[in-house]
């Protein structure tokens, strides 16, 4: 009998992967543990878990075998790690991997909101270049002044490929890094307040919940713009809105909302802001390598080997 | 009688500062001059210049008294800098003050390119993203290789930043630059053999007229992306649109185009191609000191000091 469980909406190279190493049982998300009988539920020691949906202590009980829950991605807010650790239960990540392409999407994603690039491409092809001849003048990025939320991995990629533009690099972290041409602030309003761009780069998770508060968004000002790649949950998302709809705020480049991918219909009606579908590490490179990472972890544990990531 | 001849399209706020500063007298191109009385055309001393038409030796001819034509932009192309130095006329441009906004444009075309930006935010736009779940996988950026034709001064600012994206850096240009990390090419077909991205950060005219040639173009092969930020001449763009309808490269990402604003229609039928209508310098604060370095060029040379950006 099997003793994987993979649940999420795999491709099908990540599903050629898991079946050639583990040969799992496959569920579209978690909701489907319970429709399993319960000898294949007690023969489950590992879980390959993708997505969103929660993954805790309803799923746990029906799992009494399990000894590790292998996410596939850096941030496992879905996992209730919390639960996991009170019953020993291992919990793993894919941290590193997919730094670069998340640093990568953040920085252009910086650049078209502030070169109004994605609304200057539809006016050269809706003929108005020809038409009209110059297109407006925007907004100097490089030299600007940036905020970093959360100097992490994704937030040192984030920082260190801004450096090369130039940019006055601040950041807010629970504690100071050793960075000395960057400046640390202690409080994210402090942050808000001393940049033009502030990029959210934190860990989801009830700890983080609305980190970027009305508070933080109202500080940007009106020229500032919020960058989030991160989680929907790290911004207060109707303040944020708010704050886009009133021109309280310059703009926004999102890559993550609320209720994705189902995201609020406001976000649609502005013009000031870049909307991405959560692809920061949607690359087939590194979701190549999330998936090995993953499946070595869970390789790892029935190995009775050290996991390679472990969160727990 | 004024002494200042401006032609081109100026903003309001470029017509502010040259009526303080020099008082001239407008002409929206340079067809214009020939419609100014002789008594007018004789009193110019110098020539404050605007745009991409061709200003040449029928020009000069109606401007017997001219001593120097101050372009704005680091592009002189337009301008027949031959002509001028056979007849003593100075040329100016303004070099430097808008390379990192020039960088800052080709960076964040090359990811929106290869990470598939445009399409992606179309697509979460128009409800695919809340009815078909994730978008599909795209292409990984940094850690890459890519070439860079021309390493003058914004070649450099392009390669600097990408430096930090850790890419394996490659470059043509006429002699090896003191750059140890990065690979000399002293032919083109070299570097786009040995690159997937190719960014073309060539000076225009003449003598760069279709240097990445369709054999150039071909090197780059089905993974590879050509992006240009440097004139619409400097590609064989026939070549380039065979290329991209054909698949037998992956994309491309073109700020300039030949006969811009009114592109070749075939452009917009790709949707492999990120289309941007020819702003690289096109930022409030930049414009603002091109126009400065353009006015004291003029004043530099109507005070009998030397231009500050010299051109012949």
């Known amino acids: 009998m099997t003793h994987t469980l993979a649940i999420g909406p795999y491709n099908d190279d990540e599903k050629q992967g898991l079946t050639r190493e583990l040969s799992p049982i496959y569920l579209d998300g978690p909701a489907g543990v319970a429709d399993l ?29 399990v000894g590790v829950v292998a996410n596939y991605g850096v941030g496992y807010d879905a996992i209730d790690v919390k639960e996991a650790s009170v019953r020993g239960i291992k919990v793993s990540n ?62 040192r990629e984030i920082a260190d490929r801004l450096a090369a533009f130039k940019m006055d690099i601040h950041y807010w972290s629970r504690s100071e890094k050793d960075t000395p041409d960057w400046t640390h602030h202690s409080d994210p309003v402090s942050l808000a307040n001393a940049v033009d761009y502030l990029i959210v780069a934190l860990v989801g998770g009830s700890d983080t919940e609305q980190f970027v508060s009305k508070e933080v968004i109202a500080a940007l000002g009106s020229r500032g713009v919020l960058v989030n790649i991160s989680r929907g949950s790290t911004v ?37 802001v870049v909307i991405q579908p959560h692809q920061g590490s949607g690359t087939v490179e590194t979701r190549a390598a999330m ?18 990531t472990p969160v727990n």
């Open 37 to 65: 009988d319960a000898a294949r539920r007690d023969a489950i020691k590992a879980v390959a878990y993708k997505g969103h949906h929660a993954f805790g202590a309803t799923e746990m009980d029906l799992l009494p075998n």
């Open 94 to 155: 894919t941290p590193g991997v997919l730094n670069d392409d998340v640093a990568d999407l953040a920085v252009a994603m910086l650049i078209m909101q502030g070169r109004e690039m994605e609304h200057a491409s539809a006016w050269a092809r809706s003929g108005k270049w020809a038409e009209q001849g110059e297109y407006r003048l925007n907004r100097k990025v490089s030299g600007g002044r940036v905020g970093i939320v959360g100097l992490g991995r994704i937030g």
């Open 236 to 272: 207060d998302e109707g303040a944020l809105l708010d704050a886009l709809e009133s021109g309280a705020i310059a703009g926004a480049a999102l890559d993550v909302f609320l209720n994705e991918p189902k995201i609020d219909p406001r976000f649609y009606a502005l013009d000031n």
């Open 291 to 308: 998936a090995k990472l993953q499946r070595d972890n869970v390789l790892a544990f029935l190995g009775a080997k050290d996991l390679l």
